[in-house]
Nanobody
Framework: QVQFVESGGGLVQSGGSLTVSCVADGTISRDPVGWYRQASGKQRDLVAGITQDFDTNYADSVKGRFTISRDNARRTVYLQMNSLKPEDTAVYYC????????????WGRGTQVTVSP
């Protein structure tokens, strides 16, 4: 059961760009992986996912602005975020791409992304 360490968050102005990444402590080449985010006081939602075959999907709110990618050799999954909006402000996490909590690995600390108006 792998665990992820997220990094790359920060403060950015509205309209700006940021790339966050998460590194797994084991192989992920056969695993679909998702980026999730949780804004203060809200539930954690799936933002983007990438399968082991590199198929991708996105929440409607980020479609056309965010791009998920993976480098299996580096055990890393990236989320490139463009045209950021204040409503993108949240803590961003990686985990297994599934809606079944039984298949999630323990959540990491996430990385904070803050978008100023």
């Amino acid at each position: 059961q792998v665990q992820f360490v997220e990094s790359g968050g920060g403060l950015v102005q509205s309209g700006g760009s940021l790339t966050v990444s998460c590194v797994a402590d084991g192989t992920i080449s056969r695993d679909p992986v998702g980026w999730y985010r949780q804004a203060s006081g809200k539930q954690r939602d799936l933002v983007a996912g990438i399968t082991q075959d590199f198929d991708t999907n996105y929440a409607d709110s980020v479609k056309g602005r965010f791009t998920i990618s993976r480098d299996n050799a580096r055990r890393t999954v990236y989320l490139q975020m463009n045209s950021l909006k204040p409503e993108d402000t949240a803590v961003y996490y990686c985990n297994a791409l599934t809606s079944d909590p039984d298949f999630w690995v323990p959540w990491g600390r996430g990385t904070q992304v803050t978008v100023s108006p």
